[in-house]
């Protein structure tokens, strides 16, 4: 919310780059998992190379002070007459459709091995 609050990213580029990014991963292992293989070396080299600016993010987090009204407002507005009810079940069927396909995929590979 403070990148959105900041002007840094609109509401669809946060968004985007989260179900583009990150979230496909994690529907197939976990942050800490998906730290491991971010670097040559796994998790030691990963902190090596990331740690610090991960550490200055973490002091720089917003703390609560992006979680105002005025956020509130220009992330409703990027969801224009949304049919909150209707969007909830899609994202339930679409997460069924995910977890079936992820058992699917599980057998699979219990299977070959």
Known sequence: MRLVAEGVVSVQGLDDTIRHGLGRRWAFMGPLETITLNAPGGVPDYMRRYGP?????TDDAARGEAFT?????TIAA??????VAARQRWR???LAALDTHLRDRS???EING
């Open 53 to 57: 600016v991960m550490a200055r993010l």
């Open 69 to 73: 009204e005025s956020v509130a407002q």
């Open 78 to 83: 990027a969801f224009p007459n949304l049919d």
């Open 92 to 94: 339930d069927r679409e």
């Open 107 to 109: 057998e699979r590979n």
